[in-house]
């Protein structure tokens, strides 16, 4: 295990590793992002980035495909894209449309193309679309009026469409990709978001309450099973675990541990394969939780460091 320490002036807000494991990114309330090289038990840093004008919450790698892509965001209201070539890093964007802090980032699957979810102290979320001309476009959607904490992308689903074939109207059938995201926000609540490729924006699909504080984050379960599982944690102390059906009908509400955990609940993230899912709390700890057949969730231990 890898640790590293020493390494910002301040407060470490978020770390990051990329598609293969081999770099790791972090943020800092000293305004900077680090970026190592890590093999094995092995760290070394090999670039500084600066340019945010405050403490940086969140990092983000994009998938391969794109190339070697970071996104940052900021107490300062903006989110940064760095890109590497030939092992020199430089800052290729600027997303400045939100008025108040970014407090999340998240890429989204890359199946739907370079799209980048922020989510502002603002009360909005917007998605930016990094095209191969170079330009970019953005929808701003107006999402938690007191502010968005958190939001993450849905893993990729289809649902089945027809379309015309001909004069006669004869009919074939074709997939439409399902793009979905959740977002938790300072007004207790956890939000559904669909595209309508109509409108060409985001509609709210869903309201989930639940918590009976801010929602500080939320995690869209990366499997693409049947049934879509969403974690959402909350200064109220607890985790709730929201399951849906075949992508439609109603969400399922499941308190991840009967009894609140000890503290509040910063974090929630979901393994690879989607089936453990890690919750960090003010009290310094982090555990894992598995699902058992019964439908309900039990400890799977604690990280140690």
């Not at 997303?95 to 989510?119: D, R």
């Not at 999402?143 to 006669?168: I, L, R």
């Not at 059938?173 to 609540?189: H, K, S, W, Y």
């Not at 009290?283 to 939780?289: A, E, F, G």
């Amino acid at each position: 295990m890898a640790i590293i320490t020493n390494s910002h002036e301040n407060l470490i807000h978020d770390a990051s590793l990329d598609y293969y494991g081999k770099r790791l990114a972090t943020c800092s309330s000293d305004k900077t992002i680090k970026i190592f090289e890590v093999d094995g038990d092995n760290h070394r840093l090999i670039e500084t980035l600066k340019g945010h004008d405050g403490p940086v919450w969140q990092v983000s790698w994009a998938h391969p495909k794109f190339g070697i892509i970071l996104a940052s965001s900021s107490y300062d209201g903006k989110v940064f894209i760095w890109r590497e070539d030939n092992g020199k890093w430089s800052r290729i964007s600027e997303h400045t449309v939100h008025k108040a802090s970014v407090n999340s980032i998240s890429w989204a699957p890359h199946e739907y193309g370079a799209l980048l979810l922020c989510a502002s102290s603002d009360g909005y979320v917007s998605v930016v679309e990094f095209k191969d001309d170079g330009t970019t476009s953005s929808l701003l959607v107006e999402a938690h009026k007191v502010g968005v904490n958190s939001a993450s992308w849905a893993p990729v689903s289809f649902t089945d469409t027809t379309v015309a074939t001909n004069s006669n109207i004869t009919s074939a059938p074709a997939q439409t990709q399902i793009r979905r995201f959740v977002t938790g926000g300072c007004d207790n609540l956890v939000k559904i978001w669909n595209y309508d490729y109509d409108a060409k924006t985001y509609i709210l699909q869903d309201t989930l309450e639940g918590h009976k504080d801010w929602v500080r984050d939320v995690a869209w379960s990366p499997s693409s099973l049947i049934r879509s599982y969403i974690a959402s944690a909350s200064q109220d102390k607890n985790v709730i675990i929201w399951t849906q059906e075949n992508n439609e009908g109603p969400w399922k509400k499941t308190l991840l541990k009967q009894d609140k955990f000890p503290d509040v609940c910063w974090r929630v993230s979901w393994s690879f394969s989607g089936n453990v899912l890690a919750v960090s709390s003010a009290d310094n700890k982090i555990t894992l939780w598995k699902e058992n057949l019964q439908g309900s969730w039990d400890s799977a231990g604690e990280v140690d460091q």
